[in-house]
């Protein structure tokens, strides 16, 4: 079955940074696109990253833009966020998942789902 496990989440001070990634097994990697999304307590899940298939695009939230980066390793079945610069209210459950769409921030059209991993920013 599909399985996608995400690891690299903890605690850091603000201003600092973390790498989220995100094991995936059970489908052919190379042909889904990939996103990060985060929920924070009391708050909606929302997109933070996306990638596809190809790593030839990329999206992501103005808030994180110039701070994560998201990038992928076909041949490793991983997707990261890199995450910089870190900020209190990037404290959050981070999810990947899978997308059997080309490039797409829709919650909707993500049809497999890790876990999570919970970032958590002290300022």
């Known amino acids: 079955q599909v399985q996608l496990v995400e690891s690299g989440g903890g605690l850091v001070q603000a201003g600092g940074s973390l790498r989220l990634s995100c094991a995936a097994s059970?489908?052919?990697?190379?042909?889904?696109?990939m996103g990060w999304f985060r929920q924070a307590p009391g708050k909606e899940r929302d997109i933070v990253a996306a990638?596809?298939?190809?790593?030839?695009?990329?999206y992501s939230v103005d808030s994180v833009k110039g701070r994560f980066t998201i990038s992928r390793d076909n041949a490793k079945n991983t997707v990261y966020l890199q995450m910089n610069s870190l900020k209190p209210e990037d404290t959050a459950v981070y999810y990947c998942?899978?997308?059997?769409?080309?490039?797409?921030?829709?919650?909707?059209?993500?049809?497999?789902w890790g876990q999570g991993t919970q970032v958590t920013v002290a300022s």
């Open positions: 998942a899978a997308s059997p769409f080309r490039l797409t921030e829709l919650e909707y059209e993500y049809k497999y």
């Open positions: 990638i596809s298939w190809s790593s030839g695009s990329t």
């Open positions: 059970g489908l052919t990697f190379s042909s889904y696109a």
